[in-house]
Protein backbone atom coordinates (compact mmCIF):
# COMPACT_ATOMS: atom_id res chain seq x y z
CA UNK A 1 0.00 0.00 0.00
CA UNK A 2 2.79 2.85 0.77
CA UNK A 3 3.92 1.88 -3.06
CA UNK A 4 0.81 2.50 -4.25
CA UNK A 5 0.41 5.69 -1.98
CA UNK A 6 4.33 6.59 -3.52
CA UNK A 7 3.40 6.09 -6.87
CA UNK A 8 0.04 8.99 -6.81
CA UNK A 9 0.58 12.38 -6.21
CA UNK A 10 -0.61 13.02 -2.57
CA UNK A 11 -2.65 16.30 -3.41
CA UNK A 12 -4.90 14.37 -6.37
CA UNK A 13 -5.66 11.54 -3.07
CA UNK A 14 -6.62 14.26 -0.52
CA UNK A 15 -7.19 17.20 -2.48
CA UNK A 16 -10.50 18.32 -4.44
CA UNK A 17 -12.52 16.41 -1.82
CA UNK A 18 -15.82 16.35 -3.51
CA UNK A 19 -19.18 14.81 -2.54
CA UNK A 20 -20.17 11.60 -4.71
CA UNK A 21 -23.98 10.98 -4.25
CA UNK A 22 -23.86 8.66 -7.41
CA UNK A 23 -21.75 5.72 -8.27
CA UNK A 24 -21.32 3.23 -11.72
CA UNK A 25 -23.99 0.15 -10.41
CA UNK A 26 -21.95 -1.64 -13.19
CA UNK A 27 -18.22 -1.43 -11.12
CA UNK A 28 -18.19 -4.12 -8.39
CA UNK A 29 -15.47 -4.64 -5.67
CA UNK A 30 -14.41 -8.00 -4.80
CA UNK A 31 -14.61 -9.04 -1.54
CA UNK A 32 -10.87 -9.97 -1.50
CA UNK A 33 -9.89 -6.15 -2.35
CA UNK A 34 -12.52 -5.03 -0.02
CA UNK A 35 -10.66 -6.90 2.86
CA UNK A 36 -7.32 -5.90 1.21
CA UNK A 37 -8.33 -2.22 1.53
CA UNK A 38 -9.97 -2.80 4.91
CA UNK A 39 -6.70 -4.55 6.33
CA UNK A 40 -4.54 -1.80 4.86
CA UNK A 41 -6.27 0.73 6.79
CA UNK A 42 -6.31 -1.39 10.01
CA UNK A 43 -2.82 0.07 10.59
CA UNK A 44 -4.56 3.79 11.59
CA UNK A 45 -3.31 4.69 15.61
CA UNK A 46 -5.86 3.76 17.77
CA UNK A 47 -5.52 4.05 22.36
CA UNK A 48 -3.04 1.41 23.69
CA UNK A 49 -3.52 -0.06 19.86
CA UNK A 50 -6.77 -1.60 20.68
CA UNK A 51 -8.16 -1.29 17.36
CA UNK A 52 -11.60 -0.86 18.30
CA UNK A 53 -13.29 -0.41 14.77
CA UNK A 54 -15.77 -3.29 13.39
CA UNK A 55 -16.82 -2.97 9.90
CA UNK A 56 -19.99 -4.62 8.90
CA UNK A 57 -20.27 -4.96 4.79
CA UNK A 58 -23.48 -4.32 3.28
CA UNK A 59 -22.46 -5.76 -0.47
CA UNK A 60 -25.46 -8.01 -1.31
CA UNK A 61 -29.01 -6.79 -2.48
CA UNK A 62 -30.81 -8.36 0.60
CA UNK A 63 -28.43 -6.60 2.67
CA UNK A 64 -28.92 -3.14 1.03
CA UNK A 65 -32.62 -3.50 1.35
CA UNK A 66 -32.48 -3.83 4.90
CA UNK A 67 -30.34 -0.55 5.06
CA UNK A 68 -32.07 1.66 2.69
CA UNK A 69 -35.28 2.44 5.43
CA UNK A 70 -31.81 3.48 7.88
CA UNK A 71 -30.31 6.24 5.42
CA UNK A 72 -33.40 8.06 3.96
CA UNK A 73 -31.49 10.52 3.10
CA UNK A 74 -28.81 8.84 1.79
CA UNK A 75 -30.57 6.12 -0.25
CA UNK A 76 -28.98 7.07 -3.96
CA UNK A 77 -25.54 5.98 -2.26
CA UNK A 78 -26.96 2.81 -1.01
CA UNK A 79 -28.35 1.94 -4.21
CA UNK A 80 -25.68 2.45 -6.40
CA UNK A 81 -22.52 2.03 -4.89
CA UNK A 82 -20.70 -1.28 -4.63
CA UNK A 83 -21.00 -1.48 -1.07
CA UNK A 84 -21.88 0.23 1.81
CA UNK A 85 -19.03 -0.15 5.20
CA UNK A 86 -20.97 0.13 8.70
CA UNK A 87 -18.13 1.01 11.21
CA UNK A 88 -18.57 0.69 14.34
CA UNK A 89 -16.60 0.98 17.84
CA UNK A 90 -16.51 -1.53 19.96
CA UNK A 91 -16.78 0.21 23.51
CA UNK A 92 -14.72 -3.13 24.93
CA UNK A 93 -11.94 -3.37 22.99
CA UNK A 94 -9.76 -3.73 25.73
CA UNK A 95 -10.78 -8.00 25.59
CA UNK A 96 -8.58 -8.17 22.74
CA UNK A 97 -5.70 -6.26 24.02
CA UNK A 98 -3.73 -10.00 25.36
CA UNK A 99 -4.20 -11.28 22.35
CA UNK A 100 -2.58 -8.58 20.26
CA UNK A 101 0.14 -7.73 22.79
CA UNK A 102 1.06 -11.34 22.68
CA UNK A 103 1.31 -11.51 19.32
CA UNK A 104 3.40 -8.47 19.25
CA UNK A 105 5.68 -10.43 21.90
CA UNK A 106 5.41 -13.64 19.37
CA UNK A 107 7.13 -11.36 16.36
CA UNK A 108 8.91 -10.00 18.63
CA UNK A 109 8.00 -6.03 18.12
CA UNK A 110 7.64 -5.55 22.10
CA UNK A 111 9.76 -7.13 25.06
CA UNK A 112 7.62 -9.17 27.70
CA UNK A 113 8.05 -7.21 30.20
CA UNK A 114 7.10 -4.08 28.48
CA UNK A 115 3.84 -6.27 27.20
CA UNK A 116 3.30 -7.22 31.28
CA UNK A 117 3.51 -3.74 32.63
CA UNK A 118 1.22 -2.28 29.79
CA UNK A 119 -0.86 -4.97 30.24
CA UNK A 120 -1.74 -4.44 33.61
CA UNK A 121 -1.86 -0.62 33.52
CA UNK A 122 -4.50 -0.83 30.55
CA UNK A 123 -6.65 -4.09 32.26
CA UNK A 124 -6.65 -1.30 35.94
CA UNK A 125 -7.85 1.07 33.86
CA UNK A 126 -10.06 0.74 30.54
CA UNK A 127 -12.47 -1.75 32.12
CA UNK A 128 -13.62 0.75 35.31
CA UNK A 129 -14.17 3.62 33.13
CA UNK A 130 -17.63 4.94 32.35
CA UNK A 131 -19.56 3.60 29.25
CA UNK A 132 -19.74 7.38 28.15
CA UNK A 133 -15.86 8.08 27.82
CA UNK A 134 -15.25 4.12 26.28
CA UNK A 135 -17.83 5.30 23.72
CA UNK A 136 -15.79 8.80 23.37
CA UNK A 137 -12.63 6.81 23.05
CA UNK A 138 -13.96 4.02 20.35
CA UNK A 139 -15.55 6.83 18.01
CA UNK A 140 -12.54 9.00 17.87
CA UNK A 141 -10.16 5.68 17.33
CA UNK A 142 -12.83 4.48 14.64
CA UNK A 143 -13.23 7.52 12.92
CA UNK A 144 -8.98 7.49 12.26
CA UNK A 145 -9.81 3.93 10.57
CA UNK A 146 -12.62 5.42 8.52
CA UNK A 147 -10.43 8.30 7.64
CA UNK A 148 -7.74 6.20 6.61
CA UNK A 149 -9.68 3.80 4.99
CA UNK A 150 -11.05 6.50 1.93
CA UNK A 151 -7.68 7.51 1.72
CA UNK A 152 -6.67 3.86 1.02
CA UNK A 153 -9.95 3.80 -0.73
CA UNK A 154 -8.65 6.93 -3.61
CA UNK A 155 -5.54 5.28 -3.62
CA UNK A 156 -6.91 1.62 -5.19
CA UNK A 157 -9.22 3.75 -7.40
CA UNK A 158 -12.41 4.03 -5.41
CA UNK A 159 -14.26 6.72 -4.43
CA UNK A 160 -16.23 7.25 -0.79
CA UNK A 161 -18.58 9.29 0.88
CA UNK A 162 -18.95 9.45 4.59
CA UNK A 163 -22.51 9.60 6.08
CA UNK A 164 -23.49 10.17 9.41
CA UNK A 165 -27.17 10.61 8.37
CA UNK A 166 -28.76 7.03 9.56
CA UNK A 167 -31.00 5.71 12.42
CA UNK A 168 -28.37 5.87 14.83
CA UNK A 169 -30.33 3.76 17.33
CA UNK A 170 -30.98 0.78 14.80
CA UNK A 171 -28.49 -0.50 12.75
CA UNK A 172 -26.75 -2.45 14.92
CA UNK A 173 -29.77 -4.14 16.08
CA UNK A 174 -30.89 -4.80 12.12
CA UNK A 175 -27.31 -5.76 11.40
CA UNK A 176 -27.71 -8.41 14.75
CA UNK A 177 -24.70 -6.49 16.37
CA UNK A 178 -24.59 -6.26 19.98
CA UNK A 179 -25.96 -2.71 20.51
CA UNK A 180 -25.02 -2.45 24.26
CA UNK A 181 -21.30 -3.16 23.15
CA UNK A 182 -21.04 -1.91 19.52
CA UNK A 183 -22.30 1.70 18.75
CA UNK A 184 -22.30 2.95 15.42
CA UNK A 185 -19.65 6.02 14.06
CA UNK A 186 -20.41 6.33 10.24
CA UNK A 187 -21.50 4.97 7.45
CA UNK A 188 -19.07 4.56 4.09
CA UNK A 189 -20.21 4.63 0.97
CA UNK A 190 -17.63 2.85 -1.70
CA UNK A 191 -17.63 2.43 -5.06
CA UNK A 192 -16.85 4.35 -8.84
CA UNK A 193 -18.57 7.91 -8.69
CA UNK A 194 -20.76 8.01 -12.05
CA UNK A 195 -21.21 11.58 -11.46
CA UNK A 196 -18.11 13.59 -9.42
CA UNK A 197 -20.66 15.38 -7.42
CA UNK A 198 -20.28 19.14 -6.11
CA UNK A 199 -16.43 20.04 -5.00
CA UNK A 200 -16.76 21.39 -0.98
CA UNK A 201 -15.13 24.64 -0.45
CA UNK A 202 -12.41 24.24 2.73
CA UNK A 203 -12.04 27.29 5.25
CA UNK A 204 -8.47 28.56 4.77
CA UNK A 205 -5.55 27.40 7.47
CA UNK A 206 -5.75 31.17 8.40
CA UNK A 207 -8.88 30.00 9.75
CA UNK A 208 -8.42 27.08 11.81
CA UNK A 209 -5.14 27.23 13.08
CA UNK A 210 -4.26 29.28 16.35
CA UNK A 211 -0.81 30.24 17.62
CA UNK A 212 0.31 30.34 20.78
Sequence with gaps: MLTKLQNNDFANIVGGRRSVRNYDENIKISR??????????????????????????????????????????????????????????????YLNVEDIYNEAVRQGKMPADVRDKQLKQIMDFFPSLPREMRIEIAKIDSSLFAMQLMLIARAHGYDTNPIGGFEHDQLAETFEIDKSRYVPVMILSIGKAKEEGYESIRLSSDKITFWR
Design 32 to 93: DELREMISEASSAPSSANMQPWRIVVVDTPEGKEKLKPLVQFNTLQNDTSSAMLLIFGDTES
